[in-house]
């Protein structure tokens, strides 16, 4: 059986680590709405382009309103909102703590993708997406071990931190079943992360709507050397990442696609201690192998 789904969800997951890292980089010297308005419009461009080159069409064609529909609120709920509280919760609490929420994102696009896709997992699979997730909790109740300058932080801090990041948790699981019902038969998947791309841009801009204080921190970017960690993180992020992950989705359930993009804890585990020397314990090890554990489950089905 081929598992294409699944390897393209993994990678989709060690992306995301080193973007959501590199965005957290950047956001420190301006905020998380920004960084999030920069990178879509960016990420989207590149979509477009590569659209272009690769079949010398300016627009896809054979994609309908009802396409358009799911695509676009998958975009604006899973993309520009979600996104944004995650970016957050890394600045707050750090990348580590913050994707432990992201584990709730499987559960969540499971329960969803029964009613909504007609889609119903096997004994093993729910057997190796609760091990995954037993996994990413004790991974990440490990405490730090290392002088990371995310160790001592404040408690409440800690906690707003974790909010934000289970609202993208659950952003993101309604964000992938709407995904899920916008690639129906033959979509070819850069098609729909092109079209869930640009409707991402179009909730953003509304989303920052009558702020202006959020594109203050312009001038921080620039006086900065924020552009270096943004622009990679553009790349690996909403344009390979978010294209790599659309094609997850259209290759294998959405409940064991979620389970393996949302390995972040685990993924994350090396840019956190290569930029914020975030050193983990062997008790957030332990967590790395069950969760690697629970993962070959789901190759096995």
């Known amino acids: 059986m081929s ?74 709920i899973g993309l520009a909102i979600g996104d944004s509280f995650y970016y957050k919760g890394i600045m707050l609490a750090g990348p580590r703590r913050a994707s432990l929420m992201l584990a709730a994102t499987p559960v969540g696009a499971s329960l969803m993708a029964w009613p909504v896709l007609g889609e119903t997992l096997d004994v093993l699979a729910v057997a190796g997406i609760a091990v995954v997730i037993g996994g990413i909790s004790l991974s990440v109740l490990g405490k730090d071990t290392g002088a990371g300058e995310h160790r001592d932080l404040p408690r409440g801090q800690i906690y707003r931190g974790l909010a934000c990041a289970l609202v993208c948790a659950v952003c993101t699981a309604i964000g992938n079943v709407l995904a899920k019902l916008g690639m129906p038969g033959d979509t070819p998947p850069l098609a729909a992360t092109l079209v869930r791309g640009l409707w991402a841009v179009a909730g953003m801009a509304l989303f920052v709507a009558g702020r202006p204080s959020v594109w203050s921190g312009l001038r921080g970017l620039r006086e900065s050397r924020a552009w270096r960690p943004l622009s990679v993180a553009i790349l ?47 008790v957030s090890l332990l967590g790395v192998v069950v969760a690697l554990a629970g993962g070959a489950m789901l190759f096995l089905r």
């Open 3 to 76: 598992h294409l789904g699944e390897l393209l969800a993994v990678t989709a997951a060690i992306l995301w680590a080193f973007g959501g890292t590199l965005f957290g980089m950047a956001g420190r010297r301006s905020s998380a709405l920004l960084v999030n308005a920069i990178r879509l419009p960016c990420g989207a461009l590149l979509l477009w382009l590569t659209w272009v080159l690769m079949t010398g069409t300016l627009w896809p064609e054979g994609v309908g309103w009802r396409q358009h529909l799911w695509l676009g609120l998958s975009g604006a």
């Open 236 to 282: 690996i992020g909403p344009f390979i990442g978010m294209w790599v992950a659309v094609s997850a989705l259209k290759y294998t359930e959405a409940g064991v696609a979620s389970v393996l993009m949302n390995t972040v804890p685990i993924t994350v585990l090396l840019p956190a201690w290569m930029f914020h020397r975030d050193k983990p314990s062997p």
